[in-house]
T-cell receptor, first 112, second 112 residues
């Protein structure tokens, strides 16, 4: 049984560009959350998707947007990339309100 | 806003010694989590603690949550090198949409 799958694993982008990160949740999970982890810091909550809608959002600008598809997979889009967006982006899946979060291996984004 | 403080942030300890990592929350939470992260890797779930003061143990690690659900400890018994990693505590709450709020992490190095 596959856990959470994220792609790509690594990505290098130039300032001002746009990026899309992808996440397939663990089988049976219906909720996907995205987190940003800067080097040496704890993960910061970006947003959470359930039933294809954003139901909760952290303190991130509108440049960060997302989507959830009918098969529960999700995308994270970041527009107008800044150097400060360089981080490990983690996807976590769960059942809505459940305590069993499963994290993916993450996507390492470097903005140059 | 849920705030999570961990201490110490860095810990170097000898093999065979005991030590405790502390996690303090600004308000009561529904659930408290302990995760382990190895360098460049994702988050591995260690414990989930509910607000009823439960204590859980797995191998050399024991986690507890006080009855006021604001202070958790992760106790390490007879440390071994394989425990070297960064440990995060995180909390969530229903009225914040079950978004995980993480501490800054405790970087643990176990030396011979």
């Amino acid at each position: 049984d596959a856990g959470v799958t994220q792609s790509p694993t690594h990505l290098i982008k130039t300032r001002g560009q746009q990026v899309t990160l992808r996440c397939s949740p663990k089988s049976g999970h219906d909720t996907v959350s995205w987190y940003q982890q800067a080097l040496g810091q704890g993960p910061q909550f970006i947003f959470q998707y359930y039933e294809e809608e954003e139901r909760q959002r952290g303190n991130f600008p509108d440049r960060f947007s997302g989507h959830q598809f009918p098969n529960y997979s999700s995308e994270l889009n970041v527009n107008a990339l800044l150097l400060g967006d360089s981080a490990l982006y983690l996807c976590a899946s769960s059942l809505l309100g459940g305590s069993g979060y499963t994290f993916g291996s993450g996507t390492r984004l470097t903005v140059v | 806003e849920l705030k999570v403080e961990q201490n110490p942030l860095f810990l170097s300890m000898q093999e065979g010694k005991n030590y405790t990592i502390y996690c303090n929350c600004s308000t009561t939470s529904d659930r408290l989590y302990w995760y382990r992260q190895d360098p460049g890797k994702s988050l591995e779930s260690l414990f989930v603690l509910l607000s009823n003061g439960a204590v859980k143990q797995e191998g050399r690690l024991m986690a507890s949550l006080d009855t006021k659900a604001r202070l958790s400890t992760l106790h390490i018994t007879a440390a071994v090198h394989d425990l070297s990693a960064t440990y995060f505590c995180a909390v969530d709450k229903s009225n914040s949409g079950y978004a995980l709020n993480f501490g800054k992490g405790t970087s643990l190095l176990v030396t011979p």
